[in-house]
């Protein structure tokens, strides 16, 4: 069972950048996606951004522009570059690994296995 864990939340002010990391357990398999979401208290689980086993990088619209993904190619771990954070970007973090088509890649529910989330909390 391939498992992810997440690294790198903390507390930041406002306009700091942040780097969070997943390490997956395993080399994801063709036609995988790996992919970022967030969900604060009260609101579903959010669609950050994503990356596909082709390299290509999707992105929710509310971080698009701020945000980042990247993949070591030496290693099972990719990244989530957050800058310009904003109070409205405090929530829990988690990584994903599924294989959704690209018509569903923002969907949570298409995506098998979940690390256990990491706190990201911007102040103002």
């Known amino acids: 069972q391939v498992q992810l864990a997440e690294f790198g939340g903390g507390t930041v002010q406002a306009g700091d950048s942040l780097r969070l990391r997943c390490e997956v357990s395993?080399?994801?398999?063709?036609?995988?996606?790996r992919a970022w979401f967030r969900q604060a208290p009260g609101k579903q689980r959010e669609f950050v951004g994503a990356l596909r086993y082709s390299g290509h990088t999707y992105y929710g619209d509310s971080v698009k522009g701020r945000f980042t993904i990247s993949r070591d190619s030496d290693k099972n771990t990719f990244y989530l570059q957050m800058n310009s954070l904003s109070s409205d970007d405090t929530a829990v973090y988690y990584c994903a690994l599924g294989w959704p088509a690209l018509s569903g890649i923002t969907l949570p529910n298409l995506y098998r296995i979940w690390g256990q989330g990491t706190q990201v909390t911007v102040s103002s």
């Open positions: 395993e080399r994801p398999s063709s036609g995988s996606a």
